[in-house]
């Protein structure tokens, strides 16, 4: 097996970036991402994030969770922020019809989720905390720039970003792992170019940098990971 080379960003798109499945379709796919994601650090890194940028004596936390899929790093907010005391919101956003009517079956309190595009967002429509869980991979060339930006403006607090490291390890271990587990053509095929869309750490900092954003606050954790804080 030949590895693809790691010294950029692929520039090649995922499928699920080129092709809307049928809900269905979709709910099977994110369910086993989702258990994916959980054995390979889940929502722990996001949650870390958020803990970071409370300020002592807050009372109440609005969040925007920024391409949302079926909602549960969104639940997992949510549940988190309770668990606190805080009076909490969250709201979810997807380009993608199927994947917000399916993270709209998850109905509670505090949750709510639409069908947006984070650069159409209404002036004034402000959040506490953006988030974007394994989001901002998707966001090619510039355009991830211009996404963190835009989520920046939007936070009063911070953002919040939990992402891939692109790393050979990385890559033959998730391809390993999806082709002996799933039959999922999603899955089989984007798992691993996700990796090859991951980035380093002097990627992210120039994102920030390029953005006019403060420095970031970067660690990594496992598996393959980045946490990434930017304060207002």
């Known amino acids: 097996m030949s590895l693809p080379s790691f010294g950029a960003r692929s520039g090649a798109l995922e499928l699920m970036d080129t092709q809307e499945p049928a809900v269905d379709e979709l709910r099977g796919t994110l369910r086993e991402l989702g258990l994916i994601n959980r054995r390979l650090g889940g929502h722990a890194v996001t949650l870390e994030g ?53 993270s709209g079956e998850r109905t509670r ?29 998707h966001c090619p060339g510039a ?8 989520m920046h403006a939007r936070a009063r607090l911070g953002v919040v970003v939990n992402d891939l490291h692109r790393h050979p390890l990385a890559w033959s271990g998730i391809r390993a792992l999806t082709r002996a587990l799933s039959d999922d053509r999603f899955i089989r095929h984007d798992a691993p170019l996700s990796v090859l869309r991951g980035f ?15 420095a970031p606050e970067l660690s990594w954790r496992w598996a393959f990971r980045w946490l990434m804080v930017v304060r207002r």
């Open 50 to 102: 958020m803990e970071a940028l409370l300020p002592p004596g807050l009372r109440r936390l609005r969040v925007l969770d920024v391409g949302c899929g079926d909602g549960e790093a969104a639940a997992e907010i949510l549940v988190w922020a309770e668990s606190r005391g805080l009076a909490a919101e969250v709201h979810g956003i997807d380009p993608s019809d199927a994947a917000v009517r399916l």
């Open 200 to 214: 380093r750490r002097p990627e992210l900092e120039a994102l920030c940098r390029d953005s006019g954003l403060p």
């Open 109 to 137: 309190p505090g949750l709510s989720f639409s069908r947006r595009n984070l650069f159409e967002l209404p002036p004034g429509e402000d959040y506490d905390v953006v988030h974007a869980g394994l989001m901002l991979h």
């Open 143 to 150: 355009s991830a720039s211009r996404a963190l930006s835009a």
